[in-house]
Structure formats: C-alpha cells, structure tokens
C-alpha cells in the first residue's frame, strides 16, 4: 500500500520539473526574453562604469596634462591617456600603498600588469615615487632621475598614470607607458 503512493509522488515530482522547465532542441532550458534583457542589462552595468572612471580622474588627468607639459618643453609629442595603462597604473599605486613595498617588480611586472588589464599595446616602461606631496614636485623627481627621464621623455605615444596614499600618508604615483 505505500508503495502506490511513493510512486505516484516520484512521478509527479518528475512530471512537474519537466513542466517547469522546457527543453530547447539542445537539452537546455531556454530562459524567458525579460531573463535575457536583465543578464545583458548586468552585463552592461558591470563593465562600464570601470572602463572610464579613472582615466577621468582629476588628479591622474592633472597628472598627463602636465606631463604633456613637460614633454611640450622638450618639443616631444603629447601622449594619448590610455584607459587600459592607467588601470594598470593605478593597480600598481594601490598594491604600494596597501603593502608599503616600494618597487617596480612587486606585484608583477609593468608588462604583466598592463596585460592584466588588456593593454592591446606594447608595454614601454613604468615610472614611480614615493613620498611626493604634489604633482610638480613628482614630475621633477622623475626628471632628475635618468632611468625615470628616459622613460618619460621616450617617443610612447600612450600613458596610464596612478596615484595612492598610504596608511603612513606619503603617496605613491605611478606611470606606466606603452605604444
């Protein structure tokens, strides 16, 4: 006598997932247009606000003007601001900052952070400081060193810059450029 029951309660179970969700010609339930409309609305809302907000940021866009600036000075070509560069740029200023380990290889290399945020380009070089109170007197320490004044006067037609504090409070700015 329980045996009847069971079966009949295993088969409705059985019955109403097949029910509730119908086949496509593949074997996987096909999701309603208005499923559909809401993943690719997410989709959309995840990807674009990332994909502008720093490269637009007061102090990074104050950081490539005067860099274009300075490279004015030197009748260089002004360099593009280059979304994906400063990701990586700013990538690099953040893990500084948080870590407090001062260092171009820390956190992978220039190169391969550039590609963890899909430069298309190819990576040039990447210059940091720490420690600078404003974006004068970083450019300045850039310029008086000779590696750093390479990479900064170099003909890379595009840049990515970051900038981040410490718990100490110094900041650590980065440039990171690429072609």
């Known amino acids: 006598m329980t045996r009847l029951p069971l079966a009949l309660l295993l088969m409705l179970v059985l019955s109403t997932s097949l029910v509730a969700a119908p086949a496509t010609t593949d074997g996987n339930p096909k999701p309603k247009d208005d499923e559909k409309k809401e993943m690719e609305t997410k989709k959309a809302d995840a990807q674009a606000p990332g994909d502008d907000f720093l490269h637009k940021h007061p102090t990074l866009v104050k950081m490539w003007h005067h860099s274009n600036q300075v490279r004015a000075r030197y009748q260089l070509p002004a360099q593009?601001?280059?979304?994906?560069?400063?990701?990586?740029?700013?990538?690099?200023?953040?893990?500084?900052?948080?870590?407090?380990?001062?260092?171009?290889?820390?956190?992978?290399?220039?190169?391969?952070?550039?590609?963890?945020?899909?430069?298309p380009g190819s990576p040039h070089g990447e210059i940091i400081l720490y420690g600078s109170s404003s974006i004068s007197e970083c450019f300045n320490g850039w310029l008086n060193s000779p590696g750093h004044r390479a990479i900064l006067l170099s003909g890379a037609r595009e840049v990515g810059y970051g900038y981040a504090i410490g718990r100490n409070g110094r900041a650590y700015w980065v440039g990171v450029f690429g072609n």
């Open 80 to 119: 593009r601001i280059s979304p994906e560069l400063t990701k990586a740029a700013q990538d690099h200023a953040w893990y500084m900052a948080r870590t407090g380990q001062f260092s171009h290889s820390v956190n992978g290399s220039f190169v391969s952070r550039a590609r963890r945020h899909h430069y």
